[in-house]
Nanobody, 121 residues
């Protein structure tokens, strides 16, 4: 099964920044919707941001204005720049690829292994 590979998680204080990167297979980088999702203990996996094949971006309300998703098709990477981080942003972050413009994790069929983001003072 083709998988994506995340990197860049870690520990950061509230108000700080982190940059997550997702390595995307060549077959998907220009064809698929690439999304970032997150899941914290006891909660459902939720969509955070996604980028369409033609580069349009979508964000969930809680991260709008703080997170930025971008794509580099040459390097086959999708990046999530996270600024002004809050305690509630603590979660395992996953990138995923799918064929539909949706924030529903169920419609994304290729996933990475996840990277932990901890926001703590």
């Amino acid at each position: 099964q083709v998988r994506l590979v995340e990197s860049g998680g870690g520990l950061v204080q509230p108000g700080g920044s982190l940059r997550l990167s997702c390595a995307v297979p060549t077959s998907m980088i220009n064809r698929d919707f690439i999304g970032w999702f997150r899941q914290s203990p006891g909660k459902q996996r939720e969509g955070v941001a996604r980028i369409t094949p033609n580069g349009r971006t979508r964000y969930t309300d809680s991260v709008e204005g703080r997170f930025t998703i971008s794509k580099n098709a040459v390097e086959r990477t999708v990046t999530l720049q996270m600024d002004h981080l809050k305690l509630d942003d603590t979660a395992v972050y996953y990138c995923a690829a799918g064929r539909f413009d949706s924030d529903n994790p169920a419609v994304f069929n290729s996933w990475g292994q996840g990277t932990q983001v901890n926001v703590s003072s």
